[in-house]
C-alpha cells in the first residue's frame, strides 16, 4: 500500500487553520493528503462524532501500515484512542502540543477534549513504532509538563520547541518547518 497521511486538527480547529494548510502543500506532490473537517463545538466536538468520520477513512482502506499521522492538540490523544480501539498498526505518528487527562483550560475546551482522554495511552505503542512528540516551554494553553508527561508516556522521541506557545497560527506557526525531517 502506498505511503498517506492524515494532518487532524485540534479543538475549535479546521483544516484550513494553523499550518495544515501549508504542510499539505508540501506533502501534495509525492503523497496522498488527508485532511478530515472534524465537527467542532460545545455540541458537536466529542470522541463519537470525530471517531465515526475517521472511521468511513479507515472503512475505505486509506488507514494501515504506511499511514503516518500529524496531530494537533487535542488530536494526539484523539488519534491514539482511535488506533487503538480499532487495532489499527501504522507507519508514523507526529504529534504536536498532544496532551492527555487535561482539564483546566476553560470551560469550553474542557467540556470538548473531555471524551477524547483514554486510560490506555501506552498501548499506541503496539501500534506505532514511530512516534515523534514535539512540545514548548510556554504554550499558554496546556502547560508544559503536561505536554511532557504526554510525550514520555509514548514517544521514541521528543522534541522541545522554546518558546514555541502552542505552535499553532497564534504563536507565529503558519508553517511548520520543524516536522518536515521527520516527515522524509
Known amino acids: 500500500m502506498k505511503d498517506n497521511y492524515f494532518l487532524i486538527h485540534g ?21 496522498n493528503v488527508y485532511t478530515p473537517d472534524f465537527p467542532i463545538g460545545v455540541e458537536f466536538q466529542n470522541y463519537k462524532n ?32 482511535f488506533l487503538i480501539e480499532h487495532q489499527v498498526k501504522v507507519k508514523k505518528l507526529l504529534f504536536v502540543c498532544g496532551f ?36 514548548t516551554d510556554n504554550d499558554p494553553y496546556v502547560t508544559m509538563e503536561v505536554e511532557k508527561e ?13 518558546s514555541g506557545g502552542h505552535l499553532n497560527s497564534e504563536s507565529g506557526y503558519q508553517e511548520a518547518e520543524f516536522l518536515l525531517p521527520y516527515l522524509r
Do not use: Q
Not at 11 to 31: D, V, Y
Not at 57 to 77: C, D, R
Open 11 to 31: 479543538s475549535f480547529g479546521s483544516p484550513f487553520g494553523n499550518w495544515i494548510p501549508w504542510l499539505r502543500k508540501k506533502l501534495e506532490n509525492r503523497e
Open 50 to 81: 470525530w471517531e465515526m468520520l475517521l472511521r468511513v477513512y479507515l472503512e475505505a482502506g486509506l488507514i494501515h501500515e504506511n499511514t503516518t499521522f500529524v496531530a494537533h492538540s487535542i488530536a494526539p490523544v484523539f488519534v491514539c484512542k
Open 100 to 135: 492527555n487527562n487535561y482539564l483546566g483550560i476553560n470551560e469550553e475546551y474542557d467540556i470538548v477534549n473531555g471524551s477524547m482522554y483514554t486510560n490506555d495511552l501506552e498501548k499506541i505503542k503496539e501500534y506505532c513504532d514511530d512516534i515523534v512528540c514535539f512540545y
Open 150 to 162: 504526554f510525550a514520555t508516556c509514548i514517544a521514541t522521541k521528543e522534541i522541545l520547541i522554546s
